[in-house]
């Protein structure tokens, strides 16, 4: 399995991240990208220093950063 090191995804989920760490919304070139984004963090929330997806009717999931991670991950459950 190849996995890019980082995409813009990867990029928006450290910023989400970043966020809800400290509550400072970066800056952002109209008010509708800035407020896609607050509504986007609405998603996610950070516990024990790790970043968790909300799902409706589902348990939250895990936020992996780590490319090698990933690979893992993956390559576990394909197996």
């Given at each position: 399995?190849?996995?890019?090191?980082?995409?813009?995804?990867?990029?928006?989920?450290?910023?989400?991240?970043?966020?809800?760490?400290?509550?400072?919304?970066?800056?952002?070139?109209?008010?509708?990208?800035?407020?896609?984004?607050?509504?986007?963090?609405?998603?996610?929330?950070?516990?024990?220093?790790?970043?968790?997806?909300?799902?409706?009717q589902?348990?939250?999931?895990?936020?992996?950063?780590?490319?090698?991670?990933r690979?893992?991950?993956?390559?576990?459950?394909?197996?």
């Amino acid at each position: 399995v190849y996995l890019v090191p980082s995409t813009n995804q990867d990029k928006t989920l450290q910023e989400i991240f970043q966020f809800l760490q400290d509550l400072e919304v970066p800056e952002f070139p109209t008010p509708r990208a800035r407020f896609k984004f607050l509504k986007r963090c609405q998603n996610y929330f950070v516990k024990d220093g790790m970043m968790f997806r909300r799902y409706v009717q589902r348990m939250p999931a895990k936020v992996v950063f780590d490319v090698g991670e990933r690979e893992r991950i993956l390559a576990e459950v394909h197996d």
